[in-house]
């Protein structure tokens, strides 16, 4: 298993995350989103009839995020061989089993990408797509482009809970229990925000210009998605979101003591932005503690700020953010 799995992600995988998309539509409101299948129409795909299925992929769906080569037999036959693969075939039939009808996603990002449009922060009509990418990497679950106004999501990362047979591929329970489709219209939303958030040199960012950042993200989701739990935006447990709601106070006084807001060392503060089950500088706690802070001092600074959308998402200056929000949880 973890040999087939390690070949595909060397060989083929590479090619197929950029070559992902096209095919078949699901129906759909013709002004609003429309998520193109790229698995189901490869997967059901006959392997002589790739190359003219190729053509169609990659007249369906154009972006950069693509690279789809039907005329290169190479390419071809790396994209039959990845079909046809016992394991990565049982991935997609478990994928289908729970996302062979998307309307449901459609309906939820038309509406949101809607309300991004009527915000006026640049964000237009994006084209999706799905794919099965036959391993698992849920960091990169989805990927956005500003300019083509594409994305793309693995949706086989969001059937990881349901792959026990597999031991969810040696990924830890709680990225399991992340792999649901109740994360899903709000992730993807998320990506694309962060495609239009201006962000400061890398090479003097610090924690709290990515706590804003992110804060940016998931102001951006109570806009275009108001009727979305708190919880599934920021990626929480119910238990989760208690503890961070009570705790509040708290983790930002830790910030504050450990003088770690200015802080520029990634290794120092990594422990509070991470993917993880809990915090470890707090017990029984949430993770990404910088997030939900970020979301509150947001918050407060639009509220006194009265700034639009773009002139927020332009905004670099965190410490002027923080200043004129006058958080104080």
């Not at 989103?33 to 992929?57: C, G, N, S, W």
């Not at 809990?278 to 970020?294: C, E, H, L, M, V």
Request: proline residues 3%; hydrophobic residues 40%.
């Amino acid at each position: 298993m973890k040999t087939i799995i390690k070949t595909l992600i060397c060989s083929i995988l590479p090619t197929l995350l950029l070559a992902a998309c096209g095919g078949k539509v699901q129906n759909g409101d013709s002004n609003g989103v429309h998520i193109h299948r790229y698995e189901q129409a490869m997967f059901d795909t006959p392997a002589e009839k790739l190359p003219d299925a190729l053509k169609a992929f990659k007249n369906g769906f154009d972006s950069p995020l693509l690279n789809i080569y039907p005329d290169d037999q190479q390419f071809v036959a790396q994209i039959a061989d990845f079909v046809a693969d016992a394991t990565v075939r049982d991935i997609y039939n478990i994928t289908q089993q729970h996302y062979a009808d998307l309307r449901w996603l459609e309906k939820e990002l038309t509406s949101a990408m809607k309300k991004a449009r009527a915000l006026d922060c640049g964000i237009d009509q994006m084209q999706v797509a799905t794919f099965v990418s036959g391993y698992f990497d849920y960091g990169n679950r989805i990927l956005a482009d500003r300019e083509s106004k594409s994305v793309v999501v693995s949706i086989d990362q969001y059937a990881l809970g349901w792959m026990e047979k597999y031991s969810w591929f040696g990924l830890p329970m709680y990225i399991a229990e992340l792999s649901d489709s109740a994360f899903l219209a709000s992730d993807i939303m998320a990506e694309m925000a962060r495609q239009f958030i201006a962000m400061p040199d890398e090479k003097n960012v610090t924690m709290l210009d990515l706590m804003v950042s992110e804060g940016k993200v998931l102001y951006f989701l109570d806009q275009v998605m108001p009727r979305k739990e708190e919880r599934l935006k920021i990626r929480y447990s119910e238990e989760q979101m208690d503890w961070m709601r009570a705790n509040e106070s708290h983790v930002w006084a830790y910030f504050i003591q450990n003088d770690l807001l200015y802080e520029k060392d990634y290794n120092r503060y990594h422990n509070f932005t991470d993917e993880a089950p809990k915090t470890n500088a707090f017990k029984d706690s949430a993770p990404r503690t910088t997030q939900y802070i970020g979301w509150q001092i947001v918050r407060k600074y639009m509220e006194n700020s009265k700034s639009t959308m773009k002139e927020l998402f332009d905004n670099t200056n965190s410490q002027s953010i923080l200043q004129i929000s006058k958080y104080k949880p």
